[in-house]
């Protein structure tokens, strides 16, 4: 069963991903300009907080791409963009992700409600190292700047 689903992930990121499309995650790890922020709250409720890594990530790539992690896994969106007019654009476009088995299970469920809103984000506010993405639906999420690479 556990084959099959991957299966069925790898051929959905296939079918959907443009050919060469590279996620903003793989970009940043290679330390390309953007910024790497830690989600800290999804609508009032807070992040769990067990270990060092946070149970979901946003990367804000220069080129306007997006990308992250959710709990143990990574990934993103080809469609995806963020403007520096504060908005969001294609935003109903896929999302991907591996699919590795994580641990935690509360991190997994916070981090996918986060993912959640992204898909229905409409703009974005920076106060010094503070992140607010707001959705259509009017849910929020708070984040805080973890890195910057100019």
Known sequence: ???GVLA???ALATAVA?????????RMSNRMPGSRWE???VDGER???????PAATLFMVADGTL???SECNSGGSAYMRWT????FTGTDGPIIFTAMGCPVKDGTNFAARFWQLM????????AGKLLTIRASDGTTAQLRLMSEVR
Request: no cysteine; net charge positive.
């Open 1 to 3: 069963m556990i084959a």
């Open 8 to 10: 069925s992930v790898l």
């Open 18 to 26: 443009p050919v060469g499309a590279a996620h903003a995650s793989d």
């Open 39 to 41: 989600v800290l709250d």
């Open 47 to 53: 992040a769990p907080r067990r270990s060092k890594a």
């Open 67 to 69: 990308g992250g992690t």
């Open 84 to 87: 520096k007019a504060g908005a």
């Open 119 to 126: 898909g229905n984000a409409t703009r974005w506010e920076r």
